[in-house]
């Protein structure tokens, strides 16, 4: 049965079939049988029925269940309710409790066990353990929805004051000072958890998109009801090809007081389950499975035969309530929700997992075939460079806050620079661009252990360590870019502050937008020029780290312009250079004493000429925050984009919105021929590709790329970083080849004609 909203996954109120002299205790411990009553009574057959406290201090059981029991498997099924067992130290007293019904011993006394304190989590649990109970009648909480959502019928015209002055609405609608009932039949019932705040729904805000987007296991259809009450009807098995696990778009499934004893894996669809009832069941086990629903919130688990969780639970990491009680739990997993509670489990569970087998190797894939590479490799004017870029997630926001899914010992640096390391000295790129690399990052770590891989660095922090201490300023993290000392020569670095170059437009200098938006910005990009030591080929080097926030995608856009036309600059700039000198006659044959044309850095051919700026390779690589439908990777890729761009979010950019932007340095995706990867970014709440590596098309083809992680790996996975990847981010490799400038042909001489004959008289 579905319905359009739902309640939590707790009934609306307790049976109220009391006497009317009662009251009913608030307190969940002393609704319980193992505290009274008072007067020595025995205590009702079933602990699971709430009590009642008299007026006069003395306790009362309710005698039944509102309602009928289901007859078949759940007519003996017994509430395995803590204070029932002596190892189940419900509440946490110290006391020993005996007795069939928990009744307590010499130690013990209801006076004693009032004056101790009992988590309010713990409190919570029995609470909705206890309602959860009195909700096993067939589609409890659909009824009690659709009651809820009823339309109230007016039985008469009330009485008004013909002299009120009627309050006039905004609109122009007058109102009769009631809500309509349509109005109300309307207005949600539905009080499950709701869902996080866009910073929290993404856990890093500082390296990828955060708002509520389209998950990428399902996409929402236009659902009128996204809950969905099986509960209490007896069902005693789901199949795995149950066209249940096709409703991607459930967010509350409530499967409880039926007879499963087993739940399929294939649940682990439902990736947007924020409440999940299995409670009143025979379930001896849950699925591993369970802990791809990170989404979850409450997870009611009451009244099975579990002894234990699969410690796969522990990627939960948005889970408030996971609710045990009323199974025979090992004791040191029931403790830890009892004295931490729910997140102190989770934890617990997270990091005690095992290692899952790692995914093999990536492949390349080759844009161009095996012959052609081959012919390449035997050809020595054939000049080839590889290109790394990768976002390490800095230290400072690799944090259990925003990675809660992750074990906290592969959040720690100690663990995650190794793989890092490891990642870049692998792949061996002739340029490797980072992101999210911290001052001390850099300087204690990559520039000391690179350099013993033949790399030098060049590096800068955001803009605001220049606002900060010295100590603070080690925490800021920047752009690196790293090239083969042996390979390359350092020209010249550049150091672009998007903020302070928005400030020197004088198109910007009135426009508020550029304020409130631009400016408050600190991020920057990194441009080095390159020369080859041996052919002379001069390469523009820019590694870039765009603003994640997708609500500020005009931002992006216009930083991204800022980008293209600094790069512009400094190209036509380099162009200006004069050739390296060519090799002299002496020093090509080289003695004893003086080097070769290898080791003097020269080559038997002369260097190439650069007429412009266009003429020189260029790359731009960094993460930039935007997937391939944005208007970043639009203007980038296609050269424009027309002023009233909806990325610009209709603000006033200057001439960027009353000309449109425009650049010619004809760049490409690395990744376009062969297809953007599915991924670079991948979190729980977001998965999408949002790292380039973008190359000019007139100067440079690519010869291979590195391909995507394992699907099959990823299936099992919930979000990076985890034990195999440290980051959140992918890093992306690409192979390029260079396309030499054409020399200029040289003027022809005019033609010379023979001189005519002169004729004979």
């Given at each position: 049965m579905y319905y359009p909203q739902q309640s939590p996954g707790i009934a609306h109120k307790l049976p109220t079939h009391q006497h009317p002299g009662q009251v009913h205790d608030q307190s969940p411990w002393?609704?319980?049988?193992?505290?009274?009553?008072?007067?020595?009574?025995?205590?009702?057959?079933?602990?699971?029925?709430?009590?009642?406290?008299?007026?006069?201090?003395?306790?009362?059981?309710?005698?039944?269940?509102?309602?009928?029991h289901i007859p078949g498997p759940l007519a003996h099924h017994h509430h395995q309710n803590s204070l029932t067992h002596a190892h189940f130290p419900s509440p946490p007293n110290g006391n020993a409790l005996q007795g069939p019904h928990g009744a307590?011993?010499?130690?013990?006394?209801?006076?004693?066990?009032?004056?101790?304190?009992?988590?309010?989590?713990?409190?919570?649990?029995?609470?909705?353990?206890?309602?959860?109970?009195?909700?096993?009648?067939?589609?409890?909480?659909?009824?009690?929805?659709?009651?809820?959502?009823?339309?109230?019928?007016?039985?008469?015209?009330?009485?008004?004051?013909?002299?009120?002055?009627?309050?006039?609405?905004?609109?122009?609608?007058?109102?009769?000072?009631?809500?309509?009932?349509?109005?109300?039949?309307?207005?949600?019932s539905d009080a499950s958890p709701t869902r996080a705040s866009a910073a929290a729904d993404h856990p890093s805000s500082t390296v990828a998109p955060v708002a509520e987007v389209a998950r990428p296991y399902a996409v929402k259809p236009a659902n009128t009801w996204q809950s969905l009450d099986m509960g209490g009807v007896g069902i005693k098995n789901i199949p795995k090809t149950s066209g249940l696990f096709g409703f991607t778009f459930l967010t509350n499934l409530y499967l409880n007081h039926n007879a499963l004893q087993t739940i399929p894996p294939e649940i682990c669809k439902l990736r947007h389950l924020e409440l999940l009832d299995l409670s009143g069941n025979a379930l001896h086990a849950i699925p591993p499975e369970l802990g791809m629903l990170t989404s979850l919130k409450?997870?009611?688990?009451?009244?099975?035969?579990?002894?234990?969780?699969?410690?796969?639970?522990?990627?939960?990491?948005?889970?408030?309530?996971?609710?045990?009680?009323?199974?025979?739990?090992?004791?040191?997993?029931?403790?830890?929700?009892?004295?931490?509670?729910?997140?102190?489990?989770?934890?617990?569970?997270?990091?005690?997992?095992?290692?899952?087998?790692?995914?093999?190797?990536?492949?390349?894939?080759?844009?161009?075939?095996?012959?052609?590479?081959?012919?390449?490799?035997?050809d020595p004017n054939a000049e080839t460079f590889s290109v790394l870029c990768y976002n390490i997630l800095c230290e400072r926001c690799a944090t259990e806050r925003l990675y809660g899914y992750t074990p906290s010992w592969a959040l720690q640096w100690e663990y995650r620079k190794e793989l890092i390391l490891k990642e870049i000295v692998n792949h061996d790129a002739d340029f490797a661009c980072l992101q999210e690399v911290d001052n001390a990052q850099y300087e204690?770590?990559?520039?000391?252990?690179?350099?013993?891989?033949?790399?030098?660095?060049?590096?800068?922090?955001?803009?605001?360590?220049?606002?900060?201490?010295?100590?603070?300023?080690?925490?800021?993290?920047?752009?690196?870019?790293?090239?083969?000392?042996?390979?390359?020569?350092?020209?010249?670095?550049?150091?672009?502050?998007?903020?302070?170059?928005?400030?020197?437009?004088?198109?910007?200098?009135?426009?508020?937008?550029?304020?409130?938006r631009v400016l408050g910005k600190d991020h920057i990009a990194v441009v080095a020029l390159l020369e080859n030591k041996e052919t002379g080929t001069r390469i523009i080097v820019a590694n870039t780290h765009l603003h994640w926030d997708p609500a500020f995608r005009d931002v992006k856009l216009v930083q991204a312009a800022l980008l293209v036309e600094e790069v512009e600059k400094i190209a036509h700039n380099f162009a200006r250079y004069p050739p390296r000198l060519p090799p002299t006659s002496s020093s090509a044959v080289g003695t004893a004493t003086t080097p070769t044309t290898g080791e003097n850095n020269a080559?038997?051919?002369?260097?190439?000429?650069?007429?412009?700026?266009?003429?020189?390779?260029?790359?731009?690589?960094?993460?930039?925050?935007?997937?391939?439908?944005?208007?970043?990777?639009?203007?980038?890729?296609?050269?424009?984009?027309?002023?009233?761009?909806?990325?610009?979010?209709?603000?006033?950019?200057?001439?960027?919105?009353?000309?449109?932007?425009?650049?010619?340095?004809?760049?490409?995706?690395?990744?376009?021929?062969?297809?953007?990867?599915?991924?670079?970014?991948?979190?729980?709440?977001?998965?999408?590709?949002?790292?380039?590596?973008?190359?000019?098309?007139?100067?440079?083809?690519?010869?291979?790329?590195?391909?995507?992680?394992?699907?099959?790996?990823?299936?099992?996975?919930?979000?990076?970083?985890?034990?195999?990847?440290?980051?959140?981010?992918?890093?992306?490799?690409?192979?390029?080849?260079?396309?030499?400038?054409?020399?200029?042909?040289?003027?022809?001489?005019?033609?010379?004609?023979?001189?005519?004959?002169?004729?004979?008289?």
């Open positions: 002393a609704r319980h049988p193992a505290y009274g009553p008072a007067n020595g009574a025995q205590p009702p057959t079933s602990p699971a029925y709430p009590l009642f406290a008299h007026a006069n201090g003395t306790m009362t059981a309710m005698q039944h269940h509102p309602h009928q307590l011993g010499q130690a013990g006394s209801p006076g004693a066990i009032q004056t101790q304190m009992i988590p309010p989590h713990w409190q919570q649990q029995l609470l909705k353990c206890e309602m959860i109970r009195a909700s096993r009648s067939p589609h409890h909480r659909a009824r009690a929805s659709a009651m809820a959502a009823r339309t109230v019928h007016k039985a008469a015209i009330p009485i008004q004051n013909p002299n009120a002055i009627k309050p006039v609405e905004p609109n122009g609608v007058a109102n009769d000072g009631e809500g309509s009932p349509s109005a109300k039949s309307q207005a949600p409450e997870l009611y688990l009451f009244d099975n035969q579990l002894s234990s969780l699969p410690p796969q639970l522990g990627t939960l990491h948005q889970l408030q309530t996971l609710g045990i009680e009323g199974n025979p739990l090992e004791p040191s997993l029931k403790m830890i929700v009892q004295k931490d509670g729910t997140p102190a489990l989770v934890s617990y569970l997270r990091d005690s997992c095992p290692i899952p087998s790692p995914p093999p190797d990536r492949q390349w894939k080759h844009i161009v075939g095996q012959a052609e590479r081959e012919s390449m490799a035997s204690e770590y990559f520039q000391k252990i690179l350099a013993e891989h033949d790399y030098e660095g060049v590096y800068w922090p955001k803009s605001r360590y220049k606002m900060m201490s010295e100590s603070e300023r080690r925490l800021v993290d920047g752009c690196a870019i790293f090239y083969k000392a042996s390979k390359y020569t350092l020209v010249e670095k550049h150091l672009i502050e998007f903020s302070a170059v928005a400030m020197q437009r004088p198109d910007f200098k009135k426009t508020d937008d550029m304020f409130n080559s038997s051919r002369p260097p190439p000429v650069y007429t412009d700026g266009y003429k020189i390779p260029v790359i731009i690589c960094g993460d930039f925050n935007s997937v391939p439908e944005s208007g970043v990777y639009e203007f980038l890729s296609g050269g424009s984009v027309p002023p009233d761009h909806e990325d610009f979010m209709s603000h006033l950019y200057g001439k960027y919105t009353s000309e449109g932007l425009r650049h010619r340095l004809g760049l490409k995706s690395a990744y376009a021929s062969v297809g953007e990867l599915p991924m670079t970014n991948f979190t729980p709440s977001f998965k999408g590709h949002i790292d380039y590596i973008w190359y000019s098309t007139s100067n440079l083809s690519v010869n291979s790329v590195l391909g995507e992680v394992d699907p099959s790996y990823l299936d099992k996975v919930v979000g990076f970083p985890n034990a195999h990847f440290p980051s959140d981010h992918l890093c992306i490799v690409s192979e390029f080849r260079v396309r030499p400038p054409r020399e200029p042909q040289q003027a022809r001489p005019p033609p010379v004609f023979p001189e005519p004959s002169r004729a004979h008289t």
